[in-house]
T-cell receptor
Framework: GQQLNQSPQSMFIQEGEDVSMNCTSS?????WLWYKQDPGEGPVLLIA?????ELTSNGRLTAQFGITRKDSFLNISASIPSDVGIYFC????????????FGSGTQLTVLP | DTEVTQTPKHLVMGMTNKKSLKCEQH?????MYWYKQKAKKPPELMFV???????INESVPSRFSPECPNSSLLNLHLHALQPEDSALYLC????????????FGPGTRLTVT
């Protein structure tokens, strides 16, 4: 089956620092979605990517769809305390198994 | 508006109880999903509805019974659950099945005693 490797598993950063996390897949994807989840809440969609090479921003967040179509990264600039949470990547292939495949998540902690 | 609502927010039930989880969206989406999520793990797909018909059942035990009364509503009926079924149950929707963005509701925190 499809697998997504998301790294790092956790990050501890100082407020104001930039953050980068990424996902790689074993197969080609045609969609990448990035979500943030706060404790006890549902995942909130941050950015959606549909084309290889696409670079999309949402405020301090920037995500890119890798040229190989097997990877994506998410950058957060100038982190603030409310950035704390778990970030999930999710990918979708064009094959028969088209449900979302989720990465294992990156737990982000922002220290004051 | 990209809102998916779920009720109740929290649910505690015994192993002999029957309860239902409810989900609603008014975005005109024709695909709706149920996911189960354990702490610090990614969501796991349970069921998919497309145009109010069950499209995918990911080998979920029969003690979970989904229902889609209309294009805006999705229910999950629970009966004779086990303690290991305790989890966050998430509803999601998308414009069409397995296409475009998928939006999640806030979830129902289920505890089985």
């Amino acid at each position: 089956g499809q697998q997504l490797n998301q790294s790092p598993q956790s990050m501890f950063i100082q407020e104001g620092e930039d953050v980068s996390m990424n996902c790689t897949s074993s197969s080609i994807f045609n969609t990448w979605l990035w979500y943030k989840q706060d404790p006890g809440e549902g995942p909130v969609l941050l950015i959606a990517l549909y084309k290889a090479g696409e670079l999309t921003s949402n405020g301090r967040l920037t995500a890119q769809f890798g040229i190989t179509r097997k990877d994506s990264f998410l950058n957060i600039s100038a982190s603030i305390p409310s950035d704390v949470g778990i970030y999930f990547c999710a990918g979708r292939s064009s094959g028969s198994a088209r449900q979302l495949t989720f990465g294992s998540g990156t737990q982000l902690t922002v220290l004051p | 508006d990209t809102e998916v609502t779920q009720t109740p927010k929290h649910l505690v039930m015994g192993m002999t109880n029957k309860k239902s989880l409810k989900c609603e969206q008014h975005m005109g989406h024709r695909a709706m999903y149920w996911y189960k999520q354990k702490a610090k793990k990614p969501p796991e797909l349970m069921f998919v509805y497309s145009y109010e018909k069950l499209s995918i059942n990911e080998s979920v035990p029969s003690r979970f019974s989904p229902e889609c009364p209309n294009s805006s509503l999705l229910n999950l009926h629970l009966h004779a659950l086990q303690p290991e079924d305790s989890a966050l149950y998430l509803c999601a929707s998308s414009l069409h099945v397995f296409e475009y963005e998928q939006y999640f509701g806030p979830g129902t925190r289920l505890t089985v005693t």
